[in-house]
């Protein structure tokens, strides 16, 4: 038999093992079969579907990518950078109960491996306080520096510990866009017990309290959130959308101001301004914003909507007609 291929090899194995009972394969033909077997096994692992779901990530083969996330989450349900890589392909088009579940197969994951860095994070805390009470008894020190080498030793829980606070909060952030705010401040509670320097589950759960109505809890989240991180565009916008609604339009704008500094290609943040100008009488500078929320997405259906209304409030009826039929255009063919 001329052998022209590593096909053919294998298939030479093939008659070896069939011939020989299943007695071990010498030579080349059993090498190449077994290289062939492990590579076969290996393109079916959830490790292997990985790495070529980042493969076609790079190449911006987002769809193929995506599908591969899936086949290897199916095949390791505990394949966290996996489960990490599809929420965030989920996420991009809202299909939020699909991120909530890949986000709460995380938490199930990790919640168990970190338990002893949350016990041992609070006896830090503990022996903090005993130490800075009854600084001269050396055992508190003792006791801290056990807790320290603890977390250094197991590093990989500790940076498991950080990651479930994340899991938490942005679970919460996308129960707040299904409307399940109840749920959502409960995410953002565990997050903050955590990670009580994580900015973004205070924003979390400070959206979720305002979508409840408790607008000043809500502040006061947004308040933390902002001086965790003072640079992030959006927990300004969320917090003048609060003080808007208890009224404070004054303040709401100074937050708008400030989140259209921050992103100043951010429609929201100049629709909602306009919107609290328009509340103070200010119909002239609020056309002003609603143009520039057009002209930064010319697809708004609800600014066209809110500048109809500031129009009919100058008198500008013609004006308000053209604007409230873009804005029916609009509404009817996005299925609003």
Not at 227 to 252: F, H, I, Q, S, T
Not at 308 to 317: M, P, R, V
Request: hydrophobic share 35%; glycine share 6%; aromatic share 8%.
């Amino acid at each position: 038999m001329f052998v022209e291929s590593t096909t053919d090899w294998i298939k030479i194995a093939e008659l070896a093992i069939t011939f020989f009972g299943g007695v071990s394969i010498t030579g080349v033909a059993g090498a190449v079969y077994r290289r062939h077997k492990e590579r076969s096994e290996h393109r079916q692992s959830a490790e292997y579907l990985y790495e070529r779901a980042l493969k076609l990530d790079k190449r911006g083969k987002t769809k193929q990518a995506e599908a591969l996330y899936d086949k290897a989450i199916e095949r390791d349900p505990t394949l966290i950078d996996a489960l990490e890589k599809s929420a965030g392909y989920k996420k991009s088009r809202a299909d939020y109960p699909r991120i909530i579940e890949a986000y709460t197969r995380q938490i199930n994951l990790k919640k168990d491996r970190v338990r002893a860095v949350d016990d041992t994070l609070k006896l830090i805390a503990l022996y903090e306080k005993k130490a800075e009470a009854d600084p001269d008894n050396p055992a508190w020190l003792t006791r801290l520096r056990e807790c320290h080498l603890f977390l250094q030793e197991h590093k990989q829980a500790v940076d498991d510990y950080w990651h479930l606070a994340k899991c938490y909060a942005w679970r919460g952030g996308c129960r707040n866009e299904l409307g399940k705010y109840e749920e959502a401040i409960e995410d953002g509670t565990v997050a903050i017990r955590l990670d009580p320097k994580y900015a973004i589950a205070y924003n979390n759960r400070g959206n979720a309290k305002a979508g409840l109505g408790q607008y000043e809890e809500s502040i006061a989240d947004l308040d933390e959130a902002i001086r965790l991180d003072p640079k992030d565009a959006l927990v300004y916008y969320n917090r003048g959308n609060a003080k808007r609604k208890l009224g404070k339009n004054e303040d709401a704008i100074k937050d708008y101001d400030e989140a259209i500094r921050l992103d100043p290609k951010d429609a929201f943040g100049y629709n909602n301004r306009g919107n609290a100008k328009d509340d103070l009488g200010q119909h002239e500078d609020a056309i002003k914003d609603y143009d520039e929320a057009i002209r930064l997405n010319p697809k708004y259906a609800n600014a066209y909507h809110n500048r109809a209304i500031a129009h009919e409030a100058l008198g500008n009826t013609e004006q308000a007609a053209a604007d409230r039929a873009k804005a029916a255009e609009l509404e009817g063919s996005q299925g609003l």
